[in-house]
């Protein structure tokens, strides 16, 4: 029994489940078994607003049970695979094989190796065509799979968008063949023939993808009639009514965000050339004041929260956010609970809207002006007024915040060493500016990521800068900074060189991800475990140059994500590439 077993973990509170407001559905009695699976740690899964929402949904189906599974941390692994355990759901301690679907959340690229720890510790080989209908049927979603194709080898379906509609769609199908299907009467590849008929759905298996011999994709051809030629992202039809999950868990340990979410919005108004979430979550929809007070009130009284995040891509361009403050503020003050904002645009910090945001918890602010130079702004297209800001940071000096958190991007094209010392010099100018009000300098930490020209962006046919040109340009920052009140922080290069290969990557990558597993590694996205050895290795072994992925791509050529098509054209992202600045 698991149970016998947890008290030896480092936190039991992982995989315990029980948690206030869980789902409590007989298992035994359910028609369709859902096993949704999160391939990082529980505190960071529980801080994910979709797998709550696709839980919600699925338990709110009478047919339906949805039990959730997270990745073992490295001690509860070694625990289960040194006494034969497989891994279990956290509410009825089921094995994955106990179930019809194994569902994975997503949401990053470095994620692929925990996929396949979960797997394996659920006794599920891992490539999708070793498994026949005594298994269940492995299906991704999330912002990943924008480019499903270094992840084929191991799903048998990806679902492509807003799963709100569609995860019922597909529940409602294979309801109807279960029993054909488990019994071999339809074989697999019929089923998700069928399946490639829901929008949104993409079947790896069936299609084709041919090689030239430098590695280009020749071609990407269906091997069915009935398998769409191009995947059209789904989006819910009313994002106002879309479903919320008020019956919010409460987790017993801390999670990394542990809080209520309150998702104000969906899309961003922006156009900022590199960025992806862009098209992850076109267009820009937004939920009314109205519905988003019922939200909080309904879910606060569920939870006893003490704070409420507005959660959005760009909430300062949400166009009601004063009525909408001003109402959860005046709501939520006598019951001592905060209301919390991430990343903001300097312009909401003046006029009426300034008040309001006084009120907030005076912590720290966080912008992201992404680049330190006109040039560059306009060569990524950001919206960044450098007058408003300085005005607005200076109120919010005088209205009590201390520090200051700024995030920049390196590696953009055009971009050269005055725009890396504009940066230093931007931020020196952030630290001095509260100076100017006798209140001496701000605390400034600057974030400073790599440029990851991704996939359905104006940048994805840019190179990515080599793993060498990084770490110069990071050493010429860190050369040049001399003030002690700023902080550097960078992106780990060999994770963000990772990053890029696998967000660009073709096919063949799923051999690569299968081998670093293989070799260890786990927990890619974490500094702690990333192993990059391993995965040199792994490239190596399957004879693969990670760096071609990382190449300029010619505009004519056929990109391994070119049949997803998210909102925004490839044609209307060509006439959008910067040929100069
Ligand atoms: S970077 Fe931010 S503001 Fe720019 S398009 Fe993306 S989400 Fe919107």
């Known amino acids: 029994m698991i149970e016998d077993y947890l008290l030896q973990a ?25 096993a949704l699976c999160f391939p990082d740690l529980y505190e960071v899964g529980m801080s994910n607003l979709g797998l709550r929402i696709i839980y919600g949904i699925l338990n709110n189906l009478p047919k339906v049970v949805c039990e959730r599974f997270f990745a073992p941390a490295q001690d509860w692994e070694n625990i289960l695979r040194s006494n034969n355990l497989e891994i279990t759901s956290l509410e009825s ?8 679907f194994v569902g994975f959340s997503l949401g990053y690229e470095l994620s692929y190796t925990n996929v396949l720890n979960i797997l394996d510790l659920g006794g599920i ?3 999708a065509s070793l498994r026949d209908h005594k298994f269940p049927l492995v299906i991704g979603g999330g912002p990943s799979v924008l480019n499903p194709a270094p992840g084929h080898a191991f ?10 509609e569609a995860i019922k769609e597909i529940v409602d199908l294979y309801e109807k063949f279960k029993i054909e299907f488990k019994s071999g009467e339809i074989s697999k590849e019929e089923l998700l023939i069928k399946f490639s008929a ?3 759905v993409y079947v790896p298996s069936l299609y084709e993808v041919n090689y030239t011999e430098a590695g280009q994709i020749k071609e990407f051809s269906p091997r069915f009639p009935q398998a769409p030629k191009k995947i059209k992202k789904r989006i819910v039809e009313d994002f106002n009514q879309a479903y919320f999950p008020c019956a919010w868990i409460v987790p017993f340990i801390e999670i990394v965000h542990d809080r209520i979410t309150l998702e104000i919005m969906r899309g961003c108004p922006n156009t900022c050339r590199f960025c992806q979430a862009r098209q992850l979550y076109y267009p820009f929809r937004v939920k009314k004041v109205d519905k988003l007070m019922e939200l909080a009130e309904t879910t606060y009284k569920n939870t006893g929260y003490e704070e409420i995040s507005l959660a959005g891509l760009s909430v300062s361009d949400y166009p009601f956010l004063e009525d909408l403050l001003g109402k959860l503020i005046t709501r939520f003050k006598e019951d001592a609970v905060s209301i919390s904002l991430p990343s903001i645009k300097p312009k909401i910090l003046l006029g009426n809207l300034a008040a309001l945001i006084a009120t907030i918890k005076k912590t720290s602010l966080t912008f992201a002006p992404e680049v330190a130079s006109d040039k560059l702004r306009r060569v990524i297209n950001k919206d960044f007024d450098l007058a408003v800001f300085t005005t607005a940071l200076k109120q919010a000096y005088s209205a009590g915040y201390q520090r200051v958190k700024l995030y920049f991007l390196i590696g953009l094209p055009f971009e050269d060493n005055s725009d890396l010392d504009a940066i230093l010099e931007f931020t ?6 509260r100076r100017e009000l006798n209140l001496g300098p701000a605390q400034v930490n600057i974030s400073i990521n790599t440029l990851i ?34 902080k550097l922080n960078f992106h780990y290069p060999e994770m963000s060189f990772l990053e890029g290969v696998i967000s660009r990557g073709d096919r063949r990558l799923s051999e690569v991800i299968e081998g670093a597993f293989k070799k260890g590694c786990r927990f ?3 500094d702690e475990h990333f192993a990059f050895q391993k995965w040199l290795e792994a490239f190596a072994e399957a004879k693969l140059d990670p760096q071609v992925y990382l190449q300029e791509k010619s505009k004519d050529s056929i990109l391994p994500w070119d049949f997803i098509e998210p909102g925004i054209s490839k044609e209307l992202l060509l006439q959008d590439v910067p040929e100069t600045y």
């Open 198 to 200: 829901i929008a949104g």
């Open 10 to 34: 480092r936190k039991p509170a992982r995989y315990i489940g029980e948690e206030w407001n869980v789902s409590k559905k007989d298992f035994s009695r359910a028609e369709i078994k859902f």
């Open 453 to 486: 020209p991704k996939p359905h962006t104006s940048f994805q046919w840019l190179a990515m800068l080599g793993l060498e040109e990084i770490k110069s340009r990071e050493n010429y920052l860190k050369s040049k900074l001399k003030n002690k009140r700023i």
């Open 155 to 164: 799903f048998d379906l990806f679902f492509i968008g807003e799963a709100e």
């Open 428 to 433: 020196k100018n952030v630290s001095e500016l």
């Open 524 to 526: 890619d996205a974490w």
């Open 93 to 100: 301690k089921q094995g994955l094989k106990a179930f019809d």
């Open 125 to 127: 080989p891992l490539k």
